[in-house]
């Protein structure tokens, strides 16, 4: 596989060690480190900064240059000429699907939009205010008692069916979600629909009318949704690859990165971002809270701001930017107070020394919050939305890892505690 070696020389080792390094198509090449464990030593690496957990042919980031890829595709051709559905056959296949191929997907998917009766039951217990991700992540961990006597994971006829359940279904769940927390009835899903339009009609619309939805709104939604289909091994796609790896039931796992994609670090700085610019209050305080942003000894950061991997921009927040103006002209609110605050926030921050040397973007959750907001979305449920859109991709990267042979994950650490002492004496 290689002949290239990386040889590290250790303090008290009499022979250094050689280390394969293994090609990547694109990216840093990698340093197999598995070796080492037989040498007495792990490798230290906090935050996985520099760490490839896995082999993976789904989407590539380069963080420096801003680029993304789903298969190769840029997500900027992908966001214009595709849509959500066709980006997940995407990112499940490998290829582009054919006219015909795309139709039967979409099929599939939408034919398994309902969900199961105790799954709908189940949400309806939850109290009205709890938080949206808290009720998806039960349902969708629901999902896997619903589904797991007749599922056999190294089959993939089962993985392709659990496929078009999990995708089919994530909408309905965020819209259930949504008109339990609105003390409404649910509304069914309408195959007839497409994707986004769907999930707008399940949640804005009402039980026995027909929908009524705006392209434009249907076409913000179904931008948010394939923005957010995937990003390479994030925290909550790990989350899943290693909760996956034990071999537990999929809908279990995708529920692991619910769980994760929740933290405010991750997906849910969507929603801090409005609380932020609600906290912000008027263009007047903005000053102030740039100079908390930049206080080393205040913890408050300015939400919407940075990228562990991007540091140059965020190419889904170029594309969310003309989104987000095309939903805000439709909808009249172009001289939003809120939008007023997060363009004179941006702009100061674009420009701010601090922010241009860490290089610190705006990144999508900063517009797709407003956009989401101005759809008419409460705030604590724009991770839901974040959710299912990243449904496809934590699928996809658990059916790459399940599709070979794979390892359990199991990370070791620096251990610093005590060792061994005996229990006092009474
Ligand atoms: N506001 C002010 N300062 C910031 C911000 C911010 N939003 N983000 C990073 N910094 C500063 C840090 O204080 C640090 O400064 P220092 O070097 O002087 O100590 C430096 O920039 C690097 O920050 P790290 O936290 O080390 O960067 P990391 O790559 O680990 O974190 C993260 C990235 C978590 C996204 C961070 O930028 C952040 O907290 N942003 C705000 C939350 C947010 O928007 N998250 C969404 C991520 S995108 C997504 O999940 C889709």
Not at 112 to 121: F, R, T, Y
Not at 188 to 207: I, Q
Not at 233 to 253: C, D, E, I, K, M
Not at 283 to 297: C, G, L, R
Request: glycine share 8%; with cysteine; charged share 25%.
């Amino acid at each position: 596989m290689t002949d290239r070696k990386a040889r590290l020389s250790v303090d008290g080792l009499d022979a250094s060690i050689d280390l394969p390094i293994y090609p990547c198509s694109a990216g840093p090449d990698v340093i197999d480190v598995t070796s080492l464990t037989k040498k007495g030593f792990f490798t230290y690496d906090p935050g996985f900064m520099s760490t490839a957990a896995c082999e993976s042919k789904i989407t590539y980031i380069d963080g420096a240059k801003g680029v993304l890829l789903h298969r190769g595709y840029p997500i900027e051709q992908l966001a214009e000429h595709s849509d959500y559905l066709e980006t997940c056959y995407l990112l499940l296949n490998g290829e582009l699907p054919s006219n015909e191929q795309r139709e039967e997907f979409s099929q599939a998917v939408k034919s398994h939009s309902q969900v199961d009766e105790s799954v709908a039951a189940l949400i309806k217990t939850f109290k009205q205010d709890a938080h949206p991700m808290a009720i998806m992540c039960s349902a969708v961990g629901a999902l896997a008692a619903v589904y797991h006597e007749t599922l056999d994971i190294t089959k993939e006829e089962d993985r392709l069916t659990t496929a078009y359940r999990l995708i089919g279904q994530m909408p309905t769940l965020a819209a259930m979600v949504h008109k339990h927390r609105q003390g409404e009835e649910f509304v069914a899903s309408d195959s007839s629909l497409g994707y986004a339009e769907n999930y707008l009609h399940m949640t804005f619309g009402k039980a026995g009318e027909a929908a009524k939805v705006s392209p434009v709104l249907a076409k913000a939604m179904e931008r948010i949704f394939l923005l957010h289909a995937d990003h390479e091994q994030n925290a909550s796609t790990s989350t899943v690859r290693l909760s996956g790896s034990s071999g537990t039931n999929p809908f279990a796992a995708i529920a692991a990165g619910i769980a994760t994609l929740w933290g405010p670090a991750h997906g849910g700085a969507n929603e801090a971002v409005l609380t932020m610019l609600q906290e912000i209050g008027s263009v007047d305080n903005i000053d102030t809270y740039v100079a908390k942003a930049k206080d080393k000894s205040d913890p408050f950061r300015l939400m919407g701001f940075g990228h562990r991997v991007y540091k140059n921009f965020d190419p889904r927040a170029k594309v969310m930017k003309q989104t987000c103006d095309e939903v805000l002209s439709e909808l009249g609110l172009a001289d939003d107070p809120l939008l007023a605050i997060a363009t004179r926030l941006e702009k100061i921050a674009l420009e701010d020394e601090y922010f241009i040397q860490k290089k610190l973007y705006p990144n999508v959750d900063f517009y797709s919050g407003i956009i989401m907001k101005a759809i008419g979305i409460p705030p604590e449920a724009f991770t839901v939305i974040f959710a299912t859109g990243r449904a496809a991709g934590w699928y996809a990267h658990w059916n790459e890892m399940v599709s070979a042979p794979y390892k359990i994950g199991r990370p070791r650490q620096r251990y610093t505690g005590y060792t061994t002492r005996e229990y006092p004496s009474k």
